[in-house]
């Protein structure tokens, strides 16, 4: 069977950030010796950059330009409904055209089936497909803005309700994540395979102990004297409980700092605010999106990663944090359990005063180093790891041989 894993130029793996995971993925597929009964390949419309050592197929996506007389039809429509009727037989025309230009690209490369690495992909209609899911935000989240803009929510709708259905496998990175989507979606079971989340490449730098120390100066930061908060200012990350909850531990601890570090995605502002009216200004560090480098030094000399998103079921977070040795308080999620089992502090992400405990709980050393002590133990047999998840990926594969 011949598996095309599609992806673009975004997933540089020189590129860091909110891509980190795909391209790590996209290295292992690309490293992975497959089973004989699996050839794999990568397939996309961009042109990428990078080297892989797979064969890449490009397939041309590029719709076909009207002919001027079907542009005049389709312009003069909505005017005419005479011309409404032709409109659409010229729509579903091109389609069907389009649509067997770009099978017959993927057929005269021998590809049985196609692997989305990421959610809310399907490049090529009608053609069998793996995909990815990562959570159902727009079913389990409050109406925040990020789920509720109507566009995000259309597109949503129209996946999860048409075409994820569809899909021939469904890759999701837990037994939380499956649960979801067959109480939510009453997706059959036996159509969902889980592929473990991992952590990204940070976990594998060697930043010398000179440089942590030059980067802790530079952001006026004494070891294990902060709380750090990896997240991108989005609505459901919970910033504004994490800051109204560490404003109550500066009562008990006064000498404490609290990074944030991500870009923004539309909360900054009112976070900001938040923190100006808290008096918190030289509390609370604002670094912005920072290199690979700075968040390991980060998360190596924090008191605590605290995690309170309202989004899961599972993030990656929390499990590098583990791996470099930073002390995980994070949102009591049925996937966090998962990943982390005793090896995390567990708080409800809508209960400021269950965050506060949390943190409190890490001021004092001793069971600081219980509760590392614990993760190291959950580390060791943990299957949230790359080699884990990259061998389901190959049992998962294998299985879908008799299907096609």
């Given at each position: 069977?011949?598996?095309?894993?599609?992806?673009?130029?975004?997933?540089?793996?020189?590129?860091?950030?909110?891509?980190?995971y795909?391209?790590?993925?996209?290295?292992?597929?690309?490293?992975?010796q497959?089973?004989?009964?699996?050839?794999?390949?990568f397939?996309?419309?961009?042109?990428?950059?990078?080297?892989?050592?797979?064969?890449?197929?490009?397939?041309?996506?590029?719709?076909?330009?009207?002919?001027?007389?079907?542009?005049?039809?389709v312009?003069?429509?909505r005017?005419?409904?005479?011309?409404?009727?032709?409109?659409?037989?010229?729509?579903?025309?091109?389609?069907?055209a389009?649509?067997?230009?770009v099978?017959?690209?993927?057929?005269?490369?021998?590809?049985?089936?196609?692997?989305?690495?990421?959610?809310?992909?399907?490049?090529?209609?009608?053609?069998?497909?793996?995909?990815?899911?990562?959570?159902?935000?727009?079913?389990?989240?409050?109406?925040?803005?990020?789920?509720?803009?109507?566009?995000?929510l259309?597109?949503?709708?129209?996946?999860?309700?048409?075409?994820?259905p569809?899909?021939?496998?469904?890759?999701?990175?837990?037994?939380?994540?499956?649960?979801?989507?067959?109480?939510?979606l009453?997706?059959?079971?036996?159509?969902?395979?889980?592929?473990?989340?991992?952590?990204?490449?940070?976990?594998?730098?060697?930043?010398?102990?000179?440089?942590?120390?030059?980067?802790?100066?530079?952001?006026?930061?004494?070891?294990?004297?902060?709380y750090?908060?990896?997240?991108?200012?989005?609505?459901?990350?919970?910033?504004?409980?994490?800051?109204?909850?560490?404003?109550?531990?500066l009562?008990?601890?006064?000498?404490?700092?609290?990074?944030?570090?991500?870009?923004?995605?539309?909360?900054?502002?009112?976070?900001?605010d938040?923190?100006k009216?808290?008096?918190?200004?030289?509390?609370?560090?604002?670094?912005?999106?920072?290199?690979?480098?700075a968040?390991?030094?980060?998360?190596?000399n924090?008191?605590?990663?605290?995690?309170?998103?309202?989004?899961?079921?599972?993030?990656?977070?929390?499990?590098?944090?583990?791996?470099?040795?930073?002390?995980?308080?994070?949102?009591?999620?049925?996937?966090?359990?998962?990943?982390?089992?005793?090896?995390?502090?567990?708080?409800?992400?809508?209960?400021?005063?269950?965050?506060?405990?949390?943190?409190?709980?890490?001021?004092?050393m001793?069971?600081?180093?219980?509760?590392?002590?614990?993760?190291?133990?959950?580390?060791?047999?943990?299957?949230?790891?790359?080699?884990?998840?990259?061998?389901?990926?190959?049992?998962?594969?294998?299985?879908?041989?008799s299907?096609?």
């Amino acid at each position: 069977m011949k598996v095309a894993v599609w992806i673009n130029s975004s997933v540089d793996p020189k590129l860091g950030g909110g891509f980190s995971y795909t391209s790590k993925l996209v290295q292992l597929i690309d490293d992975k010796q497959f089973n004989s009964k699996l050839e794999v390949c990568f397939i996309g419309s961009d042109a990428i950059s990078f080297k892989l050592n797979k064969p890449y197929f490009s397939v041309d996506l590029t719709a076909k330009k009207l002919s001027i007389w079907h542009q005049f039809i389709v312009s003069f429509s909505r005017k005419f409904r005479v011309l409404k009727q032709l409109k659409k037989q010229i729509q579903l025309k091109n389609k069907k055209a389009f649509e067997a230009r770009v099978h017959q690209q993927v057929k005269q490369n021998n590809i049985d089936i196609i692997y989305y690495l990421s959610p809310m992909q399907r490049h090529v209609p009608n053609f069998p497909f793996i995909t990815t899911n990562w959570d159902l935000g727009h079913l389990t989240l409050p109406p925040f803005p990020e789920v509720t803009e109507p566009k995000e929510l259309k597109a949503r709708a129209k996946w999860y309700n048409n075409v994820l259905p569809n899909a021939n496998c469904i890759f999701t990175e837990s037994e939380a994540g499956k649960k979801e989507l067959i109480d939510f979606l009453s997706i059959p079971e036996e159509k969902i395979k889980i592929v473990p989340i991992f952590p990204g490449n940070i976990i594998h730098l060697n930043v010398k102990e000179a440089e942590q120390g030059h980067i802790l100066d530079e952001f006026g930061l004494e070891r294990n004297n902060f709380y750090i908060y990896p997240a991108q200012f989005w609505k459901h990350k919970n910033h504004e409980r994490l800051i109204s909850a560490f404003d109550n531990v500066l009562k008990i601890n006064p000498n404490v700092k609290l990074v944030l570090s991500g870009s923004d995605k539309g909360e900054l502002n009112n976070v900001l605010d938040l923190v100006k009216l808290r008096q918190l200004e030289k509390k609370v560090l604002f670094t912005g999106f920072i290199s690979n480098e700075a968040l390991y030094t980060l998360y190596k000399n924090a008191l605590a990663l605290v995690f309170p998103t309202l989004l899961g079921p599972t993030n990656m977070p929390p499990l590098e944090a583990r791996v470099i040795g930073c002390p995980v308080l994070c949102s009591d999620f049925m996937g966090h359990r998962e990943q982390l089992r005793n090896g995390a502090i567990y708080f409800k992400p809508e209960d400021e005063k269950s965050i506060f405990e949390s943190m409190i709980a890490v001021l004092d050393m001793q069971k600081r180093k219980t509760l590392l002590d614990n993760a190291y133990n959950e580390l060791t047999s943990s299957s949230f790891n790359e080699e884990f998840a990259i061998s389901k990926i190959e049992r998962h594969l294998l299985s879908l041989i008799s299907q096609l």
